[in-house]
């Protein structure tokens, strides 16, 4: 199985501030990575696919990077609506696995 | 727009089998792009892959569930189903269904989500 491992597991920051979240694969799974964001008590929404593309309406603040086994989420200017637990996974072969999850509180 | 609805009984007994069932409206199971698949959630922790099946039935499970899982759809009730058996107390979960547009290959990310439904598993 191929093991997905996020840092940090949880980050404080302030709207308007610049957040970056890291996820790496235990082999290589090419651009094989998507990112989502849940918020409590309700399911996780796609918003990059393919490691940098975005998914539907998703706002432009948010970007995805990487290939190979280092992949990052940006979210460039932190909004409210933002504050929000992520999770990549990785789509490059079965099982399907995902990260263990990263926090983003209000500092 | 495309409608996922899990539906099944919330609490079942251990060593009983957890049955679910999600219904898709606003679009077809039997598109051959799709993949429909099941996550699962315990309360306070991540996610984890429980399995994927296809319009034409092909299934494909996580190892670590496999001997203990069976996915099923039903094209003319536009729904798929979830059984999963001997079920003990590290099942209870909160349990999605979803969909990967995929162009026909199960690994692949999920679009579209239910809304989750609990599921506890106590005596």
């Known amino acids: 199985d191929i093991q997905m491992t996020q840092s940090p597991s949880s980050v404080s920051a302030s709207v308007g501030d610049r957040v970056t979240i890291t996820c790496r694969a235990s082999?290589?799974?090419?651009?094989?990575l998507a990112w989502y964001q849940q918020k409590p008590g309700k399911a996780p929404k796609l918003l990059i696919y393919a490691a940098s593309s975005l998914q539907g309406e998703v706002p432009s603040r948010f970007s995805g990077s990487g290939s190979g086994t280092d992949f990052n989420l940006t979210i460039s200017s932190l909004q409210p609506e933002d504050f929000a637990t992520y999770y990549c996974?990785?789509?490059?072969?079965?099982?399907?696995?995902f990260g263990g999850g990263t926090k983003v509180e209000i500092k | 727009q495309l409608q996922l609805q899990e539906s099944g009984p919330g609490l079942v007994k251990p060593s009983e089998t957890l049955s679910l069932t999600c219904t898709v409206s606003?679009?077809?199971?039997?598109?051959?792009?799709?993949?429909w698949g099941w996550i699962r959630q315990p309360p306070g922790k991540g996610l984890e892959w429980i399995g994927s099946?296809?319009?034409?039935?092909?299934?494909y499970y996580n190892p670590s569930l496999k001997s203990r899982v069976t996915l099923s759809l039903d094209t003319s009730r536009n729904h798929f189903s979830l059984k999963l058996t001997s079920v003990t107390a590290a099942d209870t979960a909160v349990y999605y269904c979803a969909r990967a547009d995929s162009s026909g290959y199960p690994e692949s990310d999920f679009q579209n989500w239910g809304q989750g439904t609990l599921v506890t598993v106590s005596s």
């Open positions: 082999q290589g799974i090419s651009s094989w």
């Open positions: 996974q990785q789509a490059n072969s079965l099982p399907l696995t």
């Open positions: 606003g679009g077809s199971i039997s598109r051959s792009e799709d993949f």
């Open positions: 099946i296809y319009y034409s039935g092909s299934t």
